[in-house]
């Protein structure tokens, strides 16, 4: 089935023999965080060397992989279902073989082959590059598992195949793996330790994407923050390298600093930040440079000292109030947002009160709000009892969406009477006669698309807004453009 066509013999002007398969079509479907997303576009890429195609139709799909996420009980349940639809297909169209990737394929193992028959493979994060050999595996007939968690794997040499792009925003990973163990989170477990990818291949890409029109990234990470690069390696034995490499590392606030001198005309963003490791360093480089947004995500989970504390968060809500003073001294018109969690293990009415009274006093531009869902084999699971009633966690649950609403709307509306410059990434969802982008903030705004473009950096003076997107008029094109 696969050939090797020395190209030379054909009158071609490459020299190095290029190996070719049939083509063949891969649908490939992603769920989760941004990384997972990210991960998808390396597969499509490794997966491109071996003659496959991707498409957006399932009904002509020869391989399908699901990048999956295991963050919360629902989100493996959504999974199952969509397997249940594959097996649907497969059983129509028998050569069809069904893959799993992600975090699902981590925590589950061989145990997936068991109890989902349809699936043919199952590859965990760090073996992506391994897929020529599974795929292998699979076209003979047989399963193939590959789920071992590396200690130097970044995918840093590998060119990410743009999937679903807009041609103007792009994540570029720069950390895997987290060492932080939140004792409610599975990533630690699914995703490995903390390693860092070499500055260079992020400058790299990060010129590449220019080269290529985009005008966007964001630096992704489960903690961009704990960022160190000394010439690789896990992050935890960086006490083991030598002096030499010690003196040379790159930290956080370095790489982006390097990024946003490579690129000064590109934006750059990042995601996501731990309180705990965030630096006063990074804040200052955020403001010293124009194309480095001023937004950062910043989940804290909970405002209650002690469930803080119970959750391996290792700072207070003290500590947490100094770091938001901090960010809105230095960078006064910063956009944050959160992640919080309900109904953690023995959380009580006072400490939901105390994640309520946290709110107020930082008044998130918008949030991510959970109902805790205990996983398997997190240290909660192992020592905490979910004792929390569920409808206990919804109540809070909807509570605390109700005030982050109220303050979402008096963030937006802030936004009132000033121009700023947005990004536009495409046309907006509800009107084909409107562009859609982005404020330095993350705000959505929407405007009529008049001259302007895809990728263009306008001044837009804003006029209304919804309590999620701010609705204007463009008064001309940025100095950036
Ligand atoms: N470090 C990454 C990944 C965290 S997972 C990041 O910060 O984006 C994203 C969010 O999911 C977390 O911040 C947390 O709010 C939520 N989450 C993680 N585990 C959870 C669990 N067991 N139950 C409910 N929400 C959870
Ligand atoms: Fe999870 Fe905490 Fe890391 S939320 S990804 S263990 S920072």
């Excluded at 079509?25 to 997966?47: K, P, R």
Aim: glycine share 6%; with cysteine; charged share 30%.
């Amino acid at each position: 089935m696969e050939k090797i066509i020395d190209e030379s013999k054909q009158g071609s002007a490459l020299r190095t023999p290029t190996k070719i398969q049939n083509n063949r079509n891969l649908y490939i479907e992603s769920y989760g965080c941004q990384m997972n997303f990210s991960d998808s576009e390396i597969v499509a890429s490794i997966t491109a060397q071996e003659g496959f195609n991707t498409t957006d139709q399932l009904e002509n799909a020869d391989l399908i992989l699901v990048n999956t996420c295991s963050i919360r009980e629902k989100a493996e349940l959504t999974v199952r279902k969509r397997l249940e639809k594959f097996n649907a297909i497969k059983k129509e169209r028998p050569n069809l073989k069904v893959g799993v990737l992600g975090c699902m394929a981590e925590r589950l193992k061989h145990q997936f082959l068991e109890e989902e028959k349809i699936v043919d493979m199952v590859v965990g994060p760090d073996a992506y590059k391994d897929l020529p050999n599974l795929i292998q595996e699979i076209d003979e007939g047989r399963n193939a598992v590959n789920v071992i968690l590396s200690k130097d794997e970044t995918y840093g040499d590998v060119a990410p195949v743009r999937l679903n792009t807009n041609g103007v925003t792009a994540f570029v990973s720069i950390t895997r793996g987290c060492d932080n163990m939140c004792t409610f989170c599975v990533v630690p477990f699914t995703r490995g330790r903390e390693r860092s990818r070499d500055p260079q291949s992020i400058i790299n890409e990060v010129n590449d994407l220019w080269d290529k029109g985009f005008k966007e990234v964001t630096l992704l990470g489960q903690n961009v923050d704990s960022y160190l690069w000394y010439g690789g390696g896990l992050k935890k034995d960086f006490g083991k390298a030598s002096e030499m490499e010690q003196a040379m590392a790159v930290n956080f606030a370095q790489l982006l600093e390097k990024v946003a001198l490579a690129q000064p005309k590109m934006r750059i963003r990042f995601s996501t930040s731990n309180p705990q490791d965030m630096t006063l360093d990074v804040i200052h480089t955020m403001a010293k440079f124009d194309n480095i947004c001023n937004y950062i995500h910043l989940p804290v989970q909970s405002g209650s000292n002690r469930i803080l504390k119970a959750m391996n968060r290792l700072h207070t809500r003290e500590e947490y109030f100094e770091l938001i003073d901090d960010i809105r001294k230095i960078i006064p018109d910063c956009g944050i947002s959160q992640d919080m969690i309900t109904g953690f293990p023995t959380e009580n009415e006072e400490d939901h009160r105390d994640t309520l009274s946290l709110m107020e006093y930082v008044r998130y531009d918008y949030g991510f709000m959970f109902a805790y869902s205990e996983r398997p084999g997190t240290l909660a699971e192992r020592k905490l009892e979910d004792d929390v009633p569920q409808e206990i966690k919804k109540r809070r649950l909807a509570e605390i969406i109700d005030l982050q609403r109220q303050h979402s709307y008096e963030r937006i509306k802030a936004n009132l009477g000033k121009t700023q410059e947005v990004l536009i990434e495409g046309p907006s969802k509800k009107s084909d006669a409107h562009w859609m982008g982005r404020t330095s903030q993350n705000t959505v705004a929407v405007f009529p698309k008049e001259e302007f473009k895809i990728g263009d950096f306008v001044m837009v003076e804003m006029q209304d807004c919804t309590s999620a997107t701010l609705l204007g008029k463009a008064v001309g094109y940025s100095t950036n453009n």
